[in-house]
């Protein structure tokens, strides 16, 4: 029985072997139909000639009967007639007809009666004729004849009787059998074709019920692998040969979704990357008709620091936390991608009540909130850019996200963590930004940039101190600000090379004055340069320059208790002799903290906290304040921005150690800083 169940298991679970027996089964039913049928018309042949010959047989032995009885009838006329030629006419006709019929009767072959005793019988007709025209011409003696005549006619009947009784009986028994043969072929016919169809049936059912829906199944898994989905199952197949079909296929579209993963995924983060994000954004505009969307490029404020402070595993899990909490906030309907190193793109539909900037400034306030590291935390910020889509317009996903690109460039230039939405005339701008990046580049060779000396004067009145300062004069623009150049510097990997460019001339120019000091702006790229420090000290040699004479100033944007590699860069720079000062002093977030971090040597107090002295009492307790604070640590204090007389009185009384601004002089070209110089000891001089 196992082997049966295991013969039939293998036979039923081959399509191959299951379509072919079908069809053999259905050929062989159609060619035993087709058998049975002609055989059956062949006997149905044979009882239906049969049954043609009876019935002449049985009209022939009518036909003898009535020839018999019309002698009968022509005898008994003949008796009572007088015409002896009327009577001899009908006698010899009715004997005629008897003789023809008893002829066609043995001709048949058929056995109806004794046929010797029928010759006998009929053998003397004519004689039988004489005796009855006999008993007509007779004087006496009819009595006699006539009897003889009687028996012979009776005899005569009853043997043509028999033989009519015998004739449609053999016709009955022919229709019999003819109507048998009949109902024998029907049966058998409707028995075999009831078969054959019954068989088709099954066969059609089979295909409609189990072999159809398979391979409908395995040609849907097929043309969803062939349109790039590979989130289905193949699934289990009982067909032999779809079996064999879909475990290759199976092991295809693992295979594939691997390989799309590594294609479309992060594998820092197992993020969504470009790609993913490009593709998962135009099946999303290309399934609305309408609507209206939200498309945002968002970059992480200063995420190098955080590589270099806590390492680039750090960052990567920083990366995957953020985007889990922008996911979180935006979403399940929203795509979160990374696109960058620390740039990522989003997009989402928008409701009636939502606007796209509101939606970008909300998760940039979302970003604000410290994200956890396990043993520490990082307050990180990010800059965003955002682009809002009407559709059916604006299904561009190049263009848009070039216009959230230009949207998160003004958000940078706008001083970061915050978010800007796209406008027409952005593109304007960074072509003109772009354009003057490409410019500063050729400034260097081109002789355009030059070096200005601000002078920096003690609370005595001395002035022994200038601060560099870069200019650039552009040969079309004319002289562009450096709150303009030095941002595209940074932008255009050009700060590094402005730097060096800075100090070499600067300090070319320092080696002239021997007897002051002068104060460096240093860009926190320079800091975290390679081979800086070795650089500014070969520098110094080569000019003759000792390291005490010099400022090095840093602003708070450098966020050194975050940057590891500046604060070891400023310790080995002030252990060399340098001495550091920090510059806008009091305007961030982080200047505490980096006074906590590093003794600095000098504060320089920002303009704002000086600009409105003299107008607003409270800014006088926060000047002092500031002053307080940088005293107490050691450091010098440089007030900056002293454009007007009223100015000066405040910053002393405050504290300041030194001045600067306007109102002493303005940034002056080396070839007039000696004269400058002496001029002011002449007046310090006169004054003592």
Known sequence: MTNCIAIAGRFFGSLEKRLIGAMALIVALTLLLQFVSQREAFGLQRESDALVRASALAENADQFAEAVGKLRTATNRGLVASNISTTSDALTDAAIAIGDRLAKLRDSGTVLSDLQTASQLFADLDQHVSAILKVQTANGGKAALIAKVEAKNAAMETLATQVVEKAHAHRQAAQ???VTSIERWQFLVLGTGGVTILVVLIVLF?????????????????????????DIEIGEFRLKELQALSGPLETFRRNAKAVKNLAFTDAATGMPNRRAFQEATEKLLNGSKE???????IDIDRFKHIND???????DELVRIIGARMKDFLGERSVVARVGGDEFAVSLPLTRQASAIAMGSALVEAMREPFSLGEFSVASTVSLGVVEVQL?????????????????????????????????????????DRALEKDLEAAFDAGQLRMVYQPIHSIDEDCREVEALV???????????????IPAAERSGLMVRLGEWIIRRALQDFAQWPDIQMSLNLSPLQLQHDGFSTFLLDCCRQNGIAPQRLFLEVTESLSIERNTRALLTLNLLRNLGFRIALDDFGTGYSSLSMVKSFKFDRMKLDRSLVMDLGQDPASLAVLEAAVTMAR????????????????????????????????????????HVSSYIAKVQGKSAKAA
Not at 309 to 315: E, M, P, V
Not at 411 to 424: D, H, P, V, Y
Not at 471 to 485: A, I, M
Not at 651 to 662: P, V
């Open 176 to 178: 019999a059998r003819l």
């Open 206 to 230: 089979d295909l409609m019920r189990n072999i159809l829906p398979a391979v409908r199944r395995m040609h849907r898994a097929l043309q969803r692998l062939a349109d790039g989905d590979l």
């Open 291 to 297: 609507g209206r969307f939200a498309f945002m490029l």
């Open 309 to 315: 402070d806590y390492g680039h595993a750090t960052g």
């Open 392 to 432: 059916p317009t604006g299904s561009d996903v190049d263009a848009i996200l070039r216009n959230a690109d230009l949207a998160l460039y003004a958000s940078k230039k706008n001083g970061r963590n915050c978010a800007t939405a796209f406008a027409a005339h952005m593109a304007e701008e960074r072509s003109i």
């Open 471 to 485: 200019r650039w004069k552009h040969p079309e623009l004319g002289e562009v600000p450096p709150s303009t150049f």
């Open 632 to 671: 107490h640590v050691g450091a010098e204090v440089v007030a900056e921005g002293i454009s007007e007389d009223h100015l000066v009185g405040p910053t002393r009384s405050a504290g300041c150690t030194h001045l600067q601004g306007y109102f002493y002089s303005r940034p002056i070209e080396a070839g």
